[in-house]
């Protein structure tokens, strides 16, 4: 019912834009935002190029603003940042007893998906992160390069939820066979998987054809279905969306 407002009346930007230096960067985008402890957070990927190759986009870094005052004013957090070849460009951030886990990939919508975890109240100490490596089986603190994939690629703009009624992880994707070697569909599509423990996911499945970019619905966690944000490219807009799932 608020927003942000400029000395113009205008919604105001809380994060560098494109427009801060042009010379340096196309503009900033969130990927995911959560609140921790006292603090609210969003990560943005700051894009150089999209032209990058195997479905890449280019970054000088990921990073986050954070907000101590209910989102009045935002600051960039230094402390935490990703390096442009990072894992962990884009995210999608979720809580369960007291950890945050983060699953990311590169910028773009070519990459495997990797995970890590960290306590709610070190979310600006990347020191404690914990990085999930799949052949060791175990987190391993504060080495990043020590993260395996959990899920084969491509995976774009991921969102992750757990959902208290089918009591199991559930993560929706964007897919782009243009990127697989072994394409699932013929088509860009949204896909979803779950997962009762969140390093051990389940084969993909299709949610949706057409559309991509399907951001779930945090407090629609207890329903025999998830709802979703989704975009559709021919009219360049956003869908408020539900499907009905039916989990063993």
């Known amino acids: 019912d608020s927003m942000l407002l400029d000395s113009e009346g205008k919604a105001r930007e809380i994060c560098a834009g494109g427009k801060t230096h042009p010379e340096v960067y196309q503009t900033s985008i969130p990927t995911s935002a959560i609140r921790a402890g006292k603090l609210d957070c969003v990560h943005y990927m700051n894009i150089r190029d999209w032209g990058g190759p195997h479905g890449r986009w280019l970054t ?4 986050l603003y954070t907000s101590k005052d209910g989102g009045s004013t935002w600051e960039r957090c230094h402390e935490v940042t990703f390096s442009p070849d990072s894992h962990f460009s884009q995210v999608a951030y979720a809580k369960r007893n007291g950890w945050v886990y983060m699953i990311g990939t590169q910028s773009g919508r070519g990459d495997a998906a990797y ?20 052949e060791r089986k175990e987190w391993v603190r ?10 084969r690629g491509p995976v774009g703009e991921a969102s992750l939820l757990w959902h208290k009624k089918f009591k199991r992880w559930i993560l929706t994707y964007n897919y782009d066979p243009n990127y697989d070697k072994t394409p699932i569909t013929k088509k860009s599509c949204i896909l979803y998987c779950t997962a009762e423990d969140i390093t051990e996911w389940g084969s993909p499945k299709v949610l949706y054809p057409t559309h991509y970019c399907a951001y779930l619905h945090p407090l629609k966690d207890n329903e025999d279905k998830i709802w979703f944000i989704s975009s559709k490219w021919g009219p360049y807009n956003t869908f408020l969306m539900s499907a009905d799932l039916h989990l063993e």
Do not use: V
């Open 115 to 134: 995970l890590a975890r960290f306590r709610e109240k070190n979310i600006l100490d990347m020191k404690s992160y914990e990085f999930w490596n799949g």
């Open 60 to 63: 000088n870094f990921s990073s």
């Open 142 to 151: 504060g080495k990043e390069e020590a993260a395996t994939p959990i899920l």
